[in-house]
T-cell receptor, first 113, second 114 residues
């Protein structure tokens, strides 16, 4: 059974640029959630996708957007990058219920200069 | 709104001594509660989960947690710390009344001294 994978591992962007992060969910999971973890803080919920539709969103601006594909993999897109977007971005997959256990990938470290 | 408080930002114990990491939550209904561990430069790993069954929950690596509704607490314990337990620990609340997300606490960094 393959766990949650994310790509790339690290990337560096400059302010104003756009970035796409990718996540492959664990086998059998149809729900993907994205989190932002700033240095020294707990993860903050960005949004969740269930069967290709957005199914909940945290307190993040519209320049944070996402997609989920028929194979349940997902992308997180961030436009007009700001310095404060520098963080570890975590993807988690689950079987679909609200309180189901979420299984996390290793994360993508984004640095915005 | 749901929220999580982790009362200690940093806990330091000696190897072989007990571990206590404290967590209090706020939620209107019957929440699900989790503890996750994050080792440096790694993703989050599930330690244990409470979902309204037994109030004492056993997890991996000898960790356990007790759900106390009257105190709105879900403290994590381990009888004997090991060097490999040194990591960041997050308490998480999830409540179907608040939609599809996990709310994380700020984390407790556990140091284990030889």
């Amino acid at each position: 059974e393959t766990g949650v994978t994310q790509s790339p591992t690290h990337l560096i962007k400059t302010r104003g640029q756009q970035v796409t992060l990718r996540c492959s969910s664990q086998s059998g999971h149809n729900t993907v959630s994205w989190y932002q973890q700033a240095l020294g803080q707990g993860p903050q919920f960005i949004f969740q996708y269930y069967r290709e539709e957005e199914n909940g969103r945290g307190n993040f601006p519209p320049r944070f957007s996402g997609l989920q594909f028929p194979n349940y993999s997902s992308e997180l897109n961030v436009n007009a990058l700001e310095l404060d977007d520098s963080a570890l971005y975590l993807c988690a997959s689950s079987a679909g219920q609200v309180t189901d256990t979420q299984y996390f990938g290793p994360g993508t470290r984004l640095t915005v200069l | 709104a749901q929220s999580v408080t982790q009362l200690d930002s940093h806990v330091s114990v000696s190897e072989g001594t007990p571990v206590l990491l404290r967590c209090n939550y706020s939620s209107s209904y019957s929440p699900s509660l989790f503890w996750y561990v994050q080792h440096p430069n790694k993703g989050l790993q599930l330690l244990l989960k409470y979902t309204s069954a037994a109030t004492l929950v056993k997890g991996i690596n000898g960790f356990e947690a007790e759900f106390k509704k009257s105190e709105t607490s879900f403290h994590l314990t381990k009888p004997s710390a090991h060097m490999s337990d040194a990591a960041e620990y997050f308490c998480v609340v999830s409540d179907r009344a608040y939609g599809q997300n996990f709310v994380f606490g700020p984390g407790t960094r556990l140091s284990v001294l030889p």
